[in-house]
């Protein structure tokens, strides 16, 4: 019998318990966030050096948010869970959106049911095209040449180490292919809410818009007061961690965020934890508010200097904004890095205002 060592610390008010090969955080009595210990670059996906999956226990079986890059990651959480709940009734594995990251362990909940919001297929897709429609044989050409590259090089550093990635990356995809691993779609769709209720819970879904992606949602559990908030915004992913950051070369509905983030937000949702696949740390209500309220004055200075005339590159500098960001000292800091991201955002922004 295998013996897993178990040590439990504190860390500020959060119980961490290690098993050797994830991490488990306690946030509330019945919700608690689970994530593979060590960077697990692996097929389907890019590299992310933290993907948080989130657990809650309704009592009468669990939810599961979001189910890591791969079905090796996937199974290694769904390992952790049964040895922290002796459970694994999933009543529901909601994916907050269809890329890699949140989706690619799908295959391994194949009893369970998937629940997205409906974009999420055409973005499961795109995945699947990219990566599974390659062959063992081309990827096992890929190992050959990246291992012969790498016999040349002498001294070990930044090169050898990202060849290294590389070739992992490759023979994690091979075994991949080898095992059959399909991509697996959500068996429940839904287009702008959808409530879930399972023992003592309920899960409000809330689609958010596109932005980061096309099917990014708020995963919302009242009884809790946790709001899931995968990659939305990329909230909690850089040492900024609360400021909103936009994408190039997607579509971003900055109307609809206001939108869904004034829904979520109303004064009768009670708030305590947000929690993101790629953070951290949880954050909190007054980290949404100021994305409402950033993308609030964003949408309103960018409809302004549309309207007057003004230069984008005024509305890029930070002054306009001061209001916002002193209102919200407890959350961000005005610093370069920040100046950085805003200037970011609004050149992305711009051509999604019309005034
Ligand atoms: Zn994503
Ligand atoms: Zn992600």
Not at 57 to 82: C, E, F, H, W, Y
Not at 118 to 146: C, P, W
Request: charged letters at 20%; hydrophobic letters at 40%; proline letters at 2%.
């Amino acid at each position: 019998m295998r013996v897993v060592l178990m040590l439990f610390f504190v860390v500020g008010c959060d119980i961490v318990s290690w098993a050797g090969n994830y991490v488990a955080k306690d946030i509330t009595a019945n919700v608690f966030t689970i994530t593979p210990d060590r960077k697990q670059l692996h097929t389907l996906g890019w590299p992310n050096d933290i993907i948080n999956s989130v657990v809650i226990n309704t009592g009468n079986g669990l939810i599961l948010v979001d189910t890591q890059n791969s079905p090796a990651n996937a199974r290694l959480i769904k390992k952790g869970i049964m040895e922290i709940m002796n459970d694994t009734t999933f009543l529901y594995v909601i994916n907050t959106h269809g890329h890699s990251c949140h989706s690619g362990g799908n295959c391994v909940f194949s009893q369970n049911k998937i629940v997205a919001q409906i974009n999420s297929h055409a973005e499961m897709k795109d995945y699947d095209d990219l990566f599974l429609g390659q062959t063992v044989e081309f990827l096992r050409q890929k190992i050959y040449y990246k291992s012969f590259i790498l016999d040349t090089i002498t001294s070990e550093g930044i090169l050898s180490d990202s060849i290294k990635q590389a070739i992992d990356l490759y023979k994690y995809y091979e075994s991949d292919l080898l095992n059959n691993y399909k991509v697996r779609y959500p068996d429940l769709t839904f287009e702008d809410t959808l409530t879930l209720r399972a023992g003592s819970v309920s899960a409000k879904l809330i689609y958010m818009g596109k932005g980061h992606g096309d099917a990014d949602v708020a995963v919302y559990i009242p009884e809790e007061k946790v709001v899931c908030t995968g990659n939305l915004f990329h909230l909690g992913a850089y040492s900024q961690e609360s400021m909103p950051s936009f994408y190039l070369n997607r579509v971003n509905e900055i109307n609809k965020w206001i939108q869904s983030l004034n829904y979520l937000l109303d004064g009768k949702n009670q708030i305590d934890y947000v929690i993101s696949t790629h953070g951290r740390k949880p954050m909190n209500r007054r980290t949404l508010e100021f994305v409402r309220d950033y993308c609030v004055a964003v949408h309103e200075q960018v409809k302004k200097a549309k309207t007057t005339k003004l230069a984008i590159e005024e509305v890029q500098k930070t002054d306009l904004f001061m209001p916002v960001f002193s209102q919200y000292r407890d959350v961000v800091n005005v610093n370069k890095k920040l100046e950085e991201m805003h200037s970011r955002n609004i050149s992305i922004i711009w051509k999604y205002v019309t005034d």
